[in-house]
Each structure stands twice: as structure tokens, then as C-alpha cells.
């Protein structure tokens, strides 16, 4: 695809180079595709377009329509992926004609040789794209973020926003993509019931009932009434001046306080009761768009910063799933929070905060995709009678725990690899084989217990396995993806399936099975990938025990080879081999948290993003307030693109 | 303290108060004013349900050997012995939007929609086109205090699928107010019953004028804020307004003196409330939503239903049937051996048995001059055949209920050669009183299915 202004970029980047020379040789766009085409297409031609034509290619990749210099160039991403197959042996497949080694060495001398884009300081938009649709990022509020911010308005969890639907995911795989929170007449009713509720619990005309917890909320909320005198009407001011700009975390106009007070008159005209009056003003702030909905507004239109007060808002969500709190927005109204300086001592806070669970319940667990344990995954309970409710709690607990700690305390990123100890309860220390803390959720060493990292967790081995056995399949593909950010395309349909290659012998291991499975090529191009990483995780059963044999007890072999020709056995090899590609496990682990911040799928105008906070986090130890620091002074997290209204 | 209000009915309890709103009889008298034709011949209401059940069926189990009347029921198919003479058996039904895409979300976003699905992680969501269910509420939505019901069992699958490019959101969601819209379903009980009979939720009556005020309130700011918003943030603001608009005409249809004189009265003692959340477990959870499914058209508080018993792609463990070791998705990969098939088809059976339950339930209940099946159109099948090879061909479709006495039933009718499932769904339509020519990508009525 042709991108107009496209040659404009370029000349941008070319003066980009001449400043700073860049290490790798950058080619000129034209020449650098005319080289593809005399010198690489005849190779992928020959070797790779049988699978990967143009008619539903294998893993969707086409490597057939890019014939023209233009089309080379618009396939940037592509490139990429495809020298990293090739450098890692993974393609072409097993079984299938080899690269020679003169023609693999071509081909990745021409792709280390792409031009490098500098495209930090711009956005996907209209200018930059020839036909671009806009990614929604004025959204309503998550269920998470909803119960956030109720709890932290209120001072107090009131639980009113549980029943709410749960929220699908788009982008990058989060819930906080605007493009799939979809606003239904159940939200709206939830919505204003859960107002109602919250506002009836913590303001009710008696106080008698209240606990001390809904006491001091009480006392908050009418805080700005104590030691003044006033009309009804100007006290319910009062209330909502100090209310009202939290919730909607930004000043708010009078004219919108004068409109809420209108209301106030309605029910105090009603009733002759001020507090009511308050009640319902209160509620209505609860059901607002201007609470409900993340509204990022447009002035001009195109690219522009946002408000220091949407930046603000942006910060919390992204550390807390909440809104700002009031040092936050000080800053922001003074006009200081956009401050390098700033925003670093304010992220350094911001993680040290209790709030900062978040980005281990919220964050991490929709990263891993470990939600649904406990409910619609979950071990059989004839085989495995140990597996409760509370075993369930404990192992997502110890993820969520793992995770957050990794951020409040500064700690490197590659502890979600392999870490020298465990943070567990007395439940989880039983199923590790390790001696309990002395307080439930302590840190204690892992010994030479094999666990340490996510890759052995309770929560990520139950996970991945079936509900009576577990699936070295599943384990595998779960590490490719989630650790290692690779896809693993769906099998094929008609592809032969284990038994049918595996009839002659029926007395095989399942893993014998599935070796011989992955003798056809066209198996073999993905299991040669998954199945040594699962294999090696086969030492623990369904609940994540160790276990010395499998359940046929047949003594476990968890030893794995990869395509590459490394060799490894167990967990612990495993973890080696993750360490050596710790690169790529920082390079996903950095996109992840990039569009759970943005809300959106990433597009090549953020891979500048990716790229700088690559080399930060190697310079600085992968020291995870890094990562989060980088995109908050990211360019696409302090901006966004406004497509006008018609 | 802070009230518990996770609770749902017990089954028993429940039960209880159900029978004392079953025992009321339909009463053609309190219709509405505004109400369509057949109302005003005084014949009761048609209405329909879609049952949505996930990872396909064997379909050597599923389809007869032979059709028309003296079929024989096959394994799967079984537990329809009982209800043989109320339900039609379709095979040979095609969705031909699915052939392409993956295997799971391309298949079940469009199963009311009958249009292509597009393959997206999120930007630009589509199912190709408004759900049947959701035209049909647009047509006769307002003669009922719900116009439409949507019901689950489990949470909206979170993340995306990104081997496949595709958000897990599409295998959650049957049910589309427009392509770009999917509808929230509820899967709590005890929030399913509040709404179906407005004495609590937000059309409790000493509450309702309050949350009136509230919805002018936010109404107008969501008004004003729209127009600050750029191009693509407004259609997320349209979404809050027209979901706010649908609340306030809820509202105001139960305060129309007319809208409902008769109250299912349930005495507060017959509702339990000392079981936190949804059931735990899904078997107890499916058969108190198909008990509220009857008493919503029983007590014709809504005509459209959906329900999806579980998410596409469900792992659900079914080891509880005899004979069955496993999970359903897992085990409807069965790659051809006899001893997956075998747990597959008994998975189905599972599924069946719990439909024709609901039928009987349904024709328990006199109605008119017959029972209330005869006045319904339950759809019960999934958006794939063979669960193996992802087939969204030949789909495993039954039809239950006679829809007003207009339905041959006790048939086993196979179609030949191309046979859009969106045939069926017109002739559905066609029932409801939807005036419309065509729907999704249907060629024609299905005449087959009618009386003669």
C-alpha cells in the first residue's frame, strides 16, 4: 500500500541520520526494496511461497504479494518477524527445503539492513496514513476502574459496581481499549442503581447504623459543611465543589455546578430535606458521562497534547486503574505535571502506593490471561479433590502479589522469568513442597525448589492444562505467547490429527505421540516451537506439583530441544532459555504494557516507543519503574490524534 | 454496613414463586394500547427464544436417517422423545459468511446475524449486521416492558485471540443491536428476575420518579459533552444515550397505568436471600435461567430472548456425565477417535436434554386455545456442525414450538444444496410480524417448515 507524504518521513529521517549517525547501515528505502527484488524474492519464491502465497497463506503470513518496491517497503513489520523465524531456525519448517547457508545470510544481511523510520514524535492520523479510522480513546470506564474510583471518592470499598457486565478486550488484549467498551441499557440501569446504592449507604439521614469506615466517609463528603453556616442551597455547593471535580478529575465550570444545583432545588422543593437534596445531586454525578466516560475533548482537531488534567487522569489509570488523586491533580492545575522531572517523582509515588495493586490484578492478569481460573477453568474435582475455591484465590493471589512487588519495589522485569524467591501463603507452600512463611503472602527463597518466575506458578500451570490432564500444548503455546510474544497459528483444518499418524503403534507415550506427529512438516512448523517449552514444564501435574511421573505413571522426560538445536531439561532450563532471549521477553512485556496504557492496538508510530525503552531498561537493569516511566514520557501517551467531528 | 445484594433465588424458593405467577392466567385485557394485529384478534402473542450452545455436534449422532414424521432419534438427540411431536429437526442448514476465518469467533458472532464477521482485535468490531432477535425487539420491543432478554452463564471472555487476530469478545455475543454493537447479557438470577418484574431494579416504583430526573439530567450532559468529542468518540457517546433513552422508556412503560395491572405478587418470604452471587454450579445456574425464560413469556414481560449456555470455545468440564472425561472444547476436537466421539455426543445429548426440559415447561402451561409452546419459537443448535473441522455447513439447528399454530412440527426436514440458516430466521421473523423481504444473507422463506 502506497502512503502518501510518505517520502516527506523519509527525508525526515535521512536528516535524523546525518545528525546522528546510526550504528546499523541504513538504506535508502528504494534501493534497499530494488535489492529485495533481484536478490531475495527469487529465494522466497522458491522456498517459502508453497506455504505462504497469496491465497490463504499459512499463519496468515504472505510473503508472496510484496512484488513491487513499494509494497516491500509498506511491509516493515513483516520483515521483522520473518528474520526473527529464520535466525531462530523455526522456518522454513523441519521436513520442508532448507535455506542454504549463502542464501540465509543474504537474506538477513538485507533485512538487518531496512531503513530505520524515525517516527517518535508522530501519530497514527489522517496526515500520517492514507486512510485512517481513529481509535476510539474517549471510553466509558472499566468494571475494574468503576469500583476503583467509587472506592477511592468514598474513601471505602462499597462493592456497588460487582454486578456490572464483565468487559470484553480489544487491542492489545486489555479491557481498557476503547474500541470494544460497549455501553448497553444494563450498564446505564446497573449505573444508576449502584449510584443509588453507594450515595443511600454512605449519606443516609441517620447516622446511627453507620460503621466507622462509612462514618468517616460520611464526614468527608460533608467536610466542607463543618463550622459554616449557609442557605441549603449554598451548602450543597459547598458539597460539590469539593466533590465534583474529583469525580470528574478536572475543574469543573459553575455553570455545571449551578445545573446540578438545579436538581438540588427539584428534590429540596420535594422533600424540605437538604441532605436528600445532596443525595441526588451526588447520584447524578455518579451517572454523568463526565464520570462514567474517560473524555479526552477535542479543540482544534489533529495531534495535540492532551490537558494536563487528562494527562493526570491517564497516569492513574495506567499505575492505579483509578483516578488522580489530589497531589496529581494540584500539579496538573498548576501546569507543572507535563515536567520531566515531574513525572518521574510522581510515577516513583505513584508505585509505592497500595493502589498500585492494580497493575498485578489488572495489568498482569489479563497480560497472562490467568482470569478465569478457579472459575470457568478449573481442575476436575474427582480427580483433583484438592483444588477449592480458596486454592484457586491463592494461586491468582500469588501472581498478583508477584507481580505488583516486581513494581512497588523497583525490582528487575526479569524476575517474571526467574526469580531466586516466592511470594506465597501457607496453601501454595503445601503444593510447592516449601516450608510456609511465617505470615501468609511473605517472601521466602525458592531453594532448589525449581519454582521462581511466572512460567511456574500454580495459577500458570493450571491453567494450561485440560481439566483431567495436563497439555504440554497448551503450556508451550502459553509461554510462546504471553512470554515471548509469538503467535501460534490454530492447526490447519484436514490436518492429519495425533492418532492418524500415530496408528501404528498404539503403546507409544503421548509424548512419543506427539513426536511423531511433528515428523510432518506440516505439524511440525509450529510443534517444533511449542512442544519443547511444554515438555519441559511436565515435571508438574495439573495443580502445578512436582511430579517424577505422569499420571500412566511413566516416568517423565522433560527433556526438549528447539529448532535453533539448544537443548534444555525442566523448568530450569527453561528459564535459561527465556533468560537468552530476554530481549524479546522485555521487547513483549513492553508492547503489552504500552496499549494496556493506550487503550489501543499498537501501530509503527509506537515502535520508537518500544524501541527506547528497550535501551533503557539494558542500561538501567530492567528496573521495572523504568518501563513504566518510558511510556509516561512517551510521546503517544502524552498526545493523541482528534479526527474532526463531521 | 454494606447490604448484600449478590443474592439470587434459591432453585427451590424460586420455584415457589414462580408457580405463584404461573398460576395467573394471560389475560388479553391488559395488553397495552398500542398493540399489533394478532393482539387485537385476541390470540396470544407469539414469541421466540435463541439457545446457543458452543463447540458444534457429531453430527452422525445428531442428523436422522431419514426425515419427515416417523424419524428415529438419533444418540444425541434422544431426550427429545418426550417433546418428538412439538419440534422440528433442520439439517442441511448453511451459514456460507462463515466459511472463511478462524474457527470459533467468525462463526459465532454471526450466528443471528448470518453476515461476515471481520477480523479485527477490536478497531472496527462487526457481525456483519443487526442480530434477528434485536430487529425483531425494534419492531415490537415497546409492547413489552423488556423488548428484548439477553442471558448467559458466564462472563464476557476476556482478551484477544492473537494467533487468529481476533478479539474473544466475538465468541460472548450472539445478540447485536447493530454490526457494531454487541448487547451486555446478564448472567445473575437474581438480577434477571428484578428486571423481568420492575419491583426492584430502577423501576421500583418509589424510586422511579428520582431516576427519571437523573436520566433528563445526564441525558443532557451526555448532549452537550458529544459535541465536544471527536469523530469516533462520539459513536462511543451515542451508545450511552441511546442505552439511557432505552432505560427512561423502561421506566415510563411501567408507570402507564395501563402497562401492567397484573403483579406476579411474590410474597417476600419465597425469595431467598441468603446465596451470595450467581450458582457455582452451571447446571443448577441453566435451569433457573430456562425457568425465568418461561415465566418472561408467560407473563409476556418479554417476546425475544437469547441465551448463550455457554461461551464459544468453552472448556467447560462435563466429567460429571457418565462416560465423559474432560472438558467440552477439548473433547470436541475429537481428531477422529471413537473414544472422543463418544464423550462428544454425550456432551450434546447433555445439552438437549436440558432444551427439552424447557420445552416441556413450556407446553405444561395452558394458553389460548392451546399451550404456551404453541405460541413460542425456541431455536436451540450451534454456529458449527462437527466441532473437529470448525463446519459452519449442515448445522445442528432444532426448532420447538408451533409459533402461533403456524409450524408442521414433529419433523425431521433435511434440506439439499445451499440452504441459508437466514431463511429460517426470515420465516421467524415473518411469525413475529416483522414486515421485512429479506434478512442477512436469506435467498427466501422456508416455506418447509409451515403448516399447511
Not at chain 1, 453507620?210 to 467536610?223: D, F, G, I, W
Not at chain 1, 504471553?482 to 492418532?499: A, D, H, M, T, Y
Not at chain 2, 477439548?330 to 477422529?336: F, G, K, V
Request: hydrophobic share 35%; proline share 6%; with cysteine.
Amino acid at each position: 500500500m502506497q502512503i502518501p507524504g510518505f517520502h516527506v518521513h523519509w527525508a525526515i529521517a535521512l536528516i535524523g541520520c546525518l545528525v546522528v549517525p546510526s550504528v546499523t547501515f541504513a538504506a535508502e528505502p528504494e534501493a534497499w526494496a530494488q535489492q529485495y527484488l533481484e536478490q531475495v524474492m527469487p529465494v522466497v519464491r522458491q522456498k517459502c511461497v508453497k506455504c505462504h502465497g497469496k491465497e490463504e497463506p499459512d499463519g496468515g503470513i504472505d510473503l508472496a504479494s510484496p512484488e513491487t518496491t513499494d509494497q516491500v517497503i509498506a511491509q516493515h513489520e513483516l520483515w521483522s518477524l520473518v528474520g526473527k523465524r529464520i535466525r531462530l531456525n523455526e522456518m522454513p519448517p523441519q521436513g520442508s527445503p532448507q535455506l542454504s547457508d549463502p542464501e540465509k545470510a543474504a537474506f538477513m544481511r538485507w533485512i538487518d539492513s531496512s531503513p530505520k523510520q524515525n517516527l517518535c514524535n508522530q501519530l497514527a492520523s489522517d496526515e500520517t496514513q492514507s486512510w485512517y479510522r481513529g481509535y476510539v480513546m474517549s471510553r466509558r470506564l472499566t468494571q475494574t476502574e468503576y469500583n476503583n474510583m467509587l472506592r477511592d471518592l468514598f474513601g471505602v470499598d462499597l462493592q456497588v459496581g460487582r454486578d456490572l457486565p464483565a468487559d470484553g478486550a480489544g487491542g492489545e488484549g486489555f479491557d481498557t481499549a476503547g474500541d470494544t467498551l460497549f455501553t448497553s441499557p444494563i450498564h446505564l440501569e446497573k449505573y444508576l442503581l449502584a449510584a443509588d446504592r453507594a450515595i443511600e449507604t454512605v449519606l443516609p439521614d441517620s447516622t446511627e447504623s453507620l460503621s466507622e469506615e462509612l462514618q468517616r466517609a460520611r464526614e468527608r463528603l460533608l467536610a466542607p459543611l463543618s463550622g459554616t453556616t449557609g442557605t441549603p442551597r449554598e451548602s450543597a455547593r459547598k458539597v460539590l465543589d469539593a466533590f465534583v471535580n474529583r469525580a470528574y478529575r478536572r475543574p469543573v465550570a459553575s455553570e455545571e455546578i449551578e445545573r446540578l444545583l438545579q436538581l438540588f432545588d427539584t428534590t429540596f422543593a420535594h422533600t424540605g430535606n437538604m441532605l436528600a437534596g445532596i443525595r441526588q445531586t451526588l447520584k447524578a454525578v455518579l451517572v454523568s458521562p463526565h464520570f462514567l466516560f474517560i473524555g479526552e475533548l477535542e479543540h482544534e482537531g489533529g495531534v495535540q497534547r492532551l490537558t494536563p488534567q487528562e494527562f493526570a487522569t491517564r497516569l492513574a489509570l495506567l499505575v492505579w486503574s483509578s483516578l488522580p488523586d489530589e497531589e496529581l491533580r494540584t500539579l496538573a492545575d498548576a501546569g507543572t505535571l507535563f515536567e520531566t522531572e515531574t513525572i518521574r517523582q510522581q510515577i516513583r509515588r505513584m508505585l509505592a502506593d497500595p493502589k498500585a495493586r492494580a497493575l498485578g490484578e489488572n495489568f498482569a492478569m489479563q497480560w497472562l490471561g490467568l482470569n478465569r481460573l478457579g472459575s470457568s477453568v478449573r481442575p476436575d474435582s474427582a480427580a483433583y479433590p484438592e483444588f477449592n475455591d480458596e486454592l484457586a484465590y491463592s494461586m491468582r493471589e500469588e501472581v498478583i502479589r508477584t507481580t505488583y512487588e516486581v513494581f512497588r519495589e523497583n525490582r528487575s522485569l526479569l524476575e517474571f522469568v526467574d526469580a531466586s524467591d516466592v511470594v506465597i501463603d501457607e496453601p501454595l507452600a503445601r503444593l510447592y513442597g516449601l516450608n510456609p512463611p511465617p505470615r501468609d503472602w511473605q517472601r521466602v527463597p525458592s531453594g532448589d525448589s525449581g519454582r521462581g518466575g511466572l512460567v511456574t506458578t500454580a495459577a500458570m500451570l493450571a491453567s494450561t492444562s485440560y481439566p483431567v490432564r495436563t497439555s504440554p500444548v497448551l503450556r508451550g503455546s502459553w509461554v510462546l505467547e504471553n512470554i515471548l510474544g509469538e503467535r501460534v497459528p490454530p492447526p490447519p483444518p484436514n490436518v492429519p490429527s495425533l492418532e492418524e499418524t500415530a496408528k501404528e503403534n498404539q503403546a507409544l507415550t503421548f509424548r512419543e505421540r506427539l513426536e511423531q506427529h511433528r515428523r510432518d512438516p506440516q505439524c511440525g512448523s509450529c510443534h517444533n516451537r511449542i512442544d519443547p517449552l511444554g515438555f519441559s514444564l511436565e515435571q508438574y501435574d495439573v495443580l502445578g506439583r512436582f511430579r517424577e511421573r505422569d499420571a500412566s505413571g511413566q516416568p517423565i522426560d522433560a527433556s526438549g530441544e528447539l529448532p535453533s538445536g539448544q537443548k534444555f531439561i525442566g523448568a530450569s532450563g527453561l528459564k535459561q532459555v527465556l533468560l537468552a532471549r530476554k530481549r524479546d521477553v522485555m521487547k513483549h512485556l513492553a508492547k503489552k504494557m504500552l496499549g494496556y496504557a493506550l487503550g489501543r492496538e499498537l501501530n509503527k508510530f509506537d515502535a520508537c516507543v518500544i524501541d527506547e525503552t528497550l535501551k533503557e531498561l539494558e542500561g538501567r537493569e530492567y528496573r521495572s519503574h523504568v518501563l513504566i516511566e518510558q511510556i509516561a514520557l512517551s510521546y503517544p501517551f502524552q498526545h493523541r490524534y482528534f479526527k474532526k467531528a463531521d | 454496613m454494606i447490604p448484600q445484594f449478590r443474592q439470587y433465588l434459591s432453585r427451590r424458593h424460586f420455584l415457589r414463586g414462580a408457580s405463584v405467577a404461573l398460576a395467573l392466567p394471560w389475560l388479553p385485557s391488559i395488553r397495552p394500547a398500542a398493540s399489533s394485529a394478532a393482539e387485537s384478534t385476541g390470540k396470544p402473542p407469539v414469541r421466540m427464544a435463541f439457545l446457543y450452545f458452543p463447540n458444534g455436534a457429531w453430527m452422525d449422532a445428531w442428523v436422522p436417517k431419514t426425515s419427515g414424521r416417523d424419524y428415529e432419534l438419533p444418540f444425541s438427540l434422544t431426550p427429545l422423545e418426550s417433546v418428538k411431536s412439538d419440534v422440528l429437526v433442520l439439517s442441511g442448514l448453511d451459514k456460507k459468511h462463515s466459511r472463511r476465518g478462524d474457527g470459533h469467533y467468525a462463526k459465532t458472532a454471526n450466528f443471528l446475524t448470518g453476515m461476515p464477521v471481520t477480523k479485527t482485535t477490536g478497531k472496527d468490531v462487526s457481525s456483519g449486521g443487526i442480530s434477528v432477535d434485536q430487529l425483531a425487539a425494534q419492531h415490537m420491543g415497546h409492547l413489552t416492558p423488556l423488548p428484548s432478554l439477553e442471558l448467559a452463564t458466564e462472563p464476557v471472555i476476556t482478551g484477544i485471540d492473537s494467533n487468529v487476530g481476533f478479539t474473544r469478545l466475538y465468541g460472548s455475543h450472539i445478540s447485536w443491536q447493530s454490526a457494531g454493537r454487541p448487547l451486555a447479557r446478564e448472567i445473575n438470577p437474581r438480577i434477571v428476575y428484578d428486571r423481568l418484574f420492575g419491583q426492584k431494579g430502577v423501576a421500583e416504583p418509589h424510586k422511579s420518579t428520582e431516576f427519571r430526573h437523573l436520566l433528563d439530567f445526564v441525558l443532557e450532559d451526555a448532549r452537550m459533552l458529544r459535541q465536544k468529542l471527536s469523530r469516533d468518540d462520539q459513536f462511543k457517546m451515542d451508545e450511552y444515550l441511546d442505552s439511557v433513552r432505552a432505560v427512561e422508556k423502561r421506566i415510563a412503560f411501567y408507570a402507564r397505568a395501563e402497562a401492567r395491572q397484573w403483579n406476579p405478587d411474590i410474597p417476600e418470604e419465597a425469595v431467598a436471600r441468603d446465596y451470595p452471587g450467581a450458582p457455582a454450579d452451571f447446571r443448577e445456574h441453566i435451569g433457573i435461567l430456562f425457568d425465568l425464560i418461561v415465566l418472561a413469556f408467560r407473563t409476556d414481560s418479554t417476546r425475544i430472548v437469547t441465551m448463550m449456555l455457554a461461551n464459544d470455545v468453552s472448556g467447560r468440564n462435563f466429567s460429571f456425565l457418565e462416560g465423559v472425561s474432560g472438558g467440552h472444547h477439548q473433547l470436541s476436537h475429537h481428531e477422529n477417535r471413537p473414544e472422543n466421539i463418544d464423550q462428544y455426543q454425550r456432551i450434546t445429548r447433555w445439552h438437549v436434554e436440558q432444551y427439552a426440559r424447557l420445552l416441556e415447561n413450556l407446553r405444561g402451561i395452558p394458553e389460548g386455545e392451546g399451550t404456551l409452546l404453541d405460541n413460542c419459537m425456541i431455536l436451540c443448535g450451534s454456529s458449527i456442525s462437527d466441532g473437529n473441522r470448525h463446519d459452519p455447513d449442515n448445522l445442528p439447528i432444532l426448532l420447538g414450538g408451533r409459533g402461533g399454530s403456524t409450524i408442521d412440527s414433529g419433523r425431521h426436514v433435511a434440506f439439499e444444496g445451499e440452504q441459508p440458516l437466514c431463511n429460517l430466521y426470515l420465516s421467524m421473523l415473518d411469525r413475529m410480524g416483522v414486515p421485512v423481504d429479506s434478512f442477512g444473507d436469506s435467498t427466501s422463506k422456508l416455506s418447509a417448515i409451515d403448516l399447511a
